[in-house]
């Protein structure tokens, strides 16, 4: 812990939610739901107006529905919207500070002391403040709240308590006045599970656990989380900021709405998971030796399978080779509930033989069953188009919008972009040659 309150962190409120609204003004003020449209979706954000009805992340996309109103709008992600209003972000804190440590799209800390700034608390309130501005423009709209204090864990917590829009500074010395009267499902790592257990031994608050002896938390919760905790009680957190965190790999997956049998079907979600990894996989500048297919079967095991080439690649067609290759040895009696493609050992070049044969045995893993879904993008079938709400489309006619809505091959579509007002809505058939699916907008 430091002796000033030099680490900000930023997080930016309802993120994928909130890109959506800016992007379809139709759809602002009202409840959106981002993630896994399907029955076995998964909520990945939920806007504050969804929020409002009990909707909320990591919930099932089926009791969304429930909670929510008629009306609410559940959409797909779109990674390459988020992924172009993240990057104007980053910019905007790495404006402050050279060391800029991006945990996620939607989360990053910043070391204040690197950037020379006035830390005293009117310093950098004041400095907060124009922060959220300049987000707020340069990204047509969307929000983050803003945390300061002297430890990651402090801003972190601060970030959160003033939420959506929050800012908050937490003076050196005033750590625990703050810390102590909160619930201990505010410290990072306290989840459900955890937070039961502790609230059955009398623990409900961070004051409480301050109270409780390293060897009673350590009986209580195991050796690494007891003394986790015995130290956040107590506001003790010296982790640096660490700039530019290299990724360790880079995946896509999807969960279906129903098992899938075809193998034809199979390895089409296989290429187009591919074509996903590869698009992040060149918008950063690097390839991966190891390619890696997740399978959850329909009772719920999930597999791993493995392959490790001699050269990194970043090529679409080798990825989804290789992968279609490991599909071939798995059993898929009963039928597949997920399927992700991932790369790793990840390099900042790549060379050799693109498609040279691997020289490492096949691994294979047993996984608990878990359904953390991505949001992403729809994936095209190549006998027809699959169109998936929320997508960017434009229409030689009607021009840019998105798709409202789709079946019995019709797909019905919103036109209004992020610069104007709610738009029409037309309806065309499903592969109608006018339509097409377009990139993100632009809301500069």
């Known amino acids: 812990m430091r002796r000033e309150a030099s680490i900000l962190h930023l997080d930016l409120d309802a993120f994928f939610a909130a890109v959506e609204q800016r992007d379809k003004p139709s759809l602002r003020g009202k409840p959106v739901v981002v993630g896994g449209t399907g029955g076995r979706g998964v909520v990945a954000t939920a806007s504050y107006e969804a929020r409002a009805y009990g909707a909320r992340s990591a919930m099932s996309a089926g009791e969304a529905r429930r909670r929510c109103p008629p009306g609410t709008a559940f959409l797909g992600g779109r990674f390459?919207?988020?992924?172009?209003?993240?990057?104007?972000?980053?910019?905007?804190?790495?404006?402050?500070?050279?060391?800029?440590?991006?945990?996620?799209?939607?989360?990053?800390?910043?070391?204040?002391?690197?950037?020379?700034?006035?830390?005293?608390?009117?310093?950098?309130?004041?400095?907060?403040?124009?922060?959220?501005?300049?987000?707020?423009?340069?990204?047509?709209?969307?929000r983050?709240?803003?945390?300061?204090?002297?430890?990651?864990?402090?801003?972190?917590?601060?970030?959160?308590?003033?939420?959506?829009?929050?800012?908050?500074?937490?003076?050196?010395g005033t750590e625990l006045e703050v810390l102590h009267p909160l619930p201990v499902r505010s410290l990072p790592g306290v989840g459900p599970a955890t937070g039961d257990r502790l609230s059955s031994v009398g623990v409900r608050t961070v004051a409480d656990l301050h109270q409780r002896s390293l060897t009673d938390l350590v009986s209580l919760v195991g050796q690494a989380h007891g003394s986790g905790l015995y130290r956040l009680a107590r506001a003790e957190d010296d982790r640096p900021v660490v700039p530019d965190r290299e990724a360790k790999s880079v995946s896509a997956e999807r969960t279906y709405a129903t098992d899938l049998t075809d193998l034809g079907r199979?390895?089409?979600?296989?290429?187009?998971?591919?074509?996903?990894v590869v698009s992040r996989l060149q918008g950063d500048g690097t390839a991966g030796r190891t390619v890696t297919l997740k399978f959850r079967r329909y009772d719920f095991t999930t597999l791993t399978r493995s392959q490790t080439l001699p050269q990194p690649v970043d090529?679409?067609?080798?990825?989804?080779?290789?992968?279609?290759?490991?599909?071939?040895?798995?059993?898929?009696?009963?039928?597949?509930?997920?399927?992700?493609?991932?790369?790793?050992?990840?390099?900042?070049?790549?060379?050799?033989?693109?498609?040279?044969?691997?020289v490492e045995p096949v691994a294979a893993a047993v996984e608990p069953a878990?359904?953390?879904?991505?949001?992403?993008?729809?994936?095209?079938?190549?006998?027809?188009?699959?169109?998936?709400?929320?997508?960017?489309?434009?229409?030689?006619?009607?021009?840019?919008?998105?798709?409202?809505?789709?079946?019995?091959?019709?797909?019905?579509?919103r036109f209004e972009g992020p610069t104007t007002g709610p738009g029409k809505v037309r309806t065309f058939s499903g592969d109608d040659p006018d339509l097409q699916p377009a990139d993100p907008p632009d809301w500069r």
């Open 315 to 358: 090529d679409a067609r080798t990825i989804a080779e290789v992968a279609r290759r490991l599909l071939a040895g798995i059993d898929r009696t009963g039928g597949v509930r997920l399927l992700g493609v991932g790369v790793s050992g990840l390099a900042t070049y790549v060379q050799g033989d693109l498609f040279a044969p691997a």
């Open 80 to 142: 390459a919207a988020y992924s172009a209003t993240s990057r104007v972000v980053m910019e905007e804190l790495r404006e402050l500070s050279p060391l800029v440590e991006q945990v996620s799209v939607d989360e990053a800390y910043v070391d204040l002391a690197a950037g020379g700034h006035d830390l005293s608390t009117d310093g950098l309130t004041a400095l907060a403040a124009a922060l959220k501005v300049r987000i707020h423009e340069a990204t047509g709209g969307v």
């Open 370 to 413: 878990g359904d953390d879904v991505v949001p992403d993008d729809p994936a095209p079938g190549p006998a027809r188009r699959v169109w998936h709400p929320g997508q960017d489309v434009e229409h030689t006619e009607m021009g840019r919008g998105w798709v409202w809505g789709s079946g019995l091959g019709r797909v019905t579509c």
């Open 266 to 276: 199979l390895e089409s979600e296989i290429r187009w998971l591919a074509d996903r």
């Open 144 to 172: 983050g709240s803003v945390g300061i204090a002297s430890s990651k864990t402090l801003a972190k917590i601060a970030s959160e308590l003033d939420k959506p829009d929050g800012l908050r500074v937490i003076p050196a």
